[in-house]
């Protein structure tokens, strides 16, 4: 699958775009629930290291 | 059950192969928020071997360091290490400098010696620059002696983290000058300068040119490592929505291997961003000179592949290039345990 498929017959400046688009979304996303996963598991891992 | 589970697709990728994209892009998503650098120079190689063609490689790879430059800027600017003002002044340096880049490779092509310049060029390049993190990290091992270890990152001064050359640069006064994040001082010639030059390899070479960025920002225009790091990853959010757009016009960007590889590098980013907040710098630097002078082996290795027409040679280059890449990851990892140990008042 490449950015082409996402939308057709838009210029390529807006597939660009569209593209771009995707990824910054899609690192947000990644950096928002990376953070929850983070403080439900980040005490309990520094502590295992710590114990260790 | 297992077979409908490998037949399973994901965005076009089976689940072996988004299996190998996440573990992979956790990797170099460590050394970039580590580093501020690693991107385009590991993805771009490993897109090329698993047979994907250069424009497609090239387009995916610059996606992805523009994605996992978010996330690593992101982090970087929660602890203060990004100098956004550094960032954008360099910015224009690069840009022009890229244009610059790019016209010599064409004039070169012209007169036919393109690729053996450009080949030669970047094993220098990359050979210096380790040589230079090699010395630094041996230099300042004798300097600090039986200390090593005991000094927290926390308690170092922003004097002590920069390098003298970066002191000696700052302290010849050509206005204007313009006052970094930090509160030091830098001629924004000499900003233009390391914007223009680090914009003239990027666009020589065809990389994302945060090996070439991090340094000099550090030697050069002098602010702290954390710092330069934080403004490199900076420097590569915007170079690489510039290759991301330019790419994305052509409609060669991978949605699918951008996004199994963003999976790992965002968790991978997170962690090396943190662990800059843990590890002593002295303590991975000399991991990363090494690395870079493997990776210049590599390069080299790879060009030879071509000149002489043995494939298997670029297999090697890769395995040399992933495996150096590994071993400092894993670094990074080892050395941010102990600190947190250290931090917490057990013996390591």
Known sequence: MTGTELLTGVSPSLQALAVIGIVLLEAVILYVGYGGVEKAVAPAVLNRLASR | MLESILSFELLGLG??????????????????????????FLVTPALLILGYPAPVAIGSSMAFVFGTAVIATIKHHDAGQVDYRLGALMFVGITLGIELGSRLVFGLE?????????GITYVLLLAAIGVLFTRSALQTDEAVGDETGERDSDTNSDDDEIPAIARRIQSYNL??????????????????????????????????GGFVRMPAIYYVIGTSLAAAVGTSLFGG????????????????????????????SALGARIGSSATAYVDEDDVTIYFGIMLLVASAAVGISELSDWLEIPVLDRVSFLLLVGSALLVCFMILYHGALAVRRARGVPA
């Open chain 2, 15 to 40: 689940p072996r192969v988004i299996a190998l994209f996440v573990t992979f892009g956790f990797m170099v998503g460590v050394f970039f928020g580590f580093f501020g650098m690693g991107g385009s």
């Open chain 2, 110 to 118: 012209v007169l036919g010696i393109a690729n053996v310049v450009v």
């Open chain 2, 175 to 208: 206005p204007p000058m313009m006052t970094l994040a930090d509160g030091s001082k830098a001629s924004l010639w000499t900003i233009s300068g390391v914007g223009g030059g680090v914009g003239l390899v990027s666009g020589f070479l065809g990389v994302g």
């Open chain 2, 237 to 264: 959010l915007m170079s690489g929505a510039i290759g991301a757009f330019t790419y994305g016009r052509a409609g060669v960007i991978n949605i699918g291997v951008v996004t199994a590889l963003l999976i790992g």
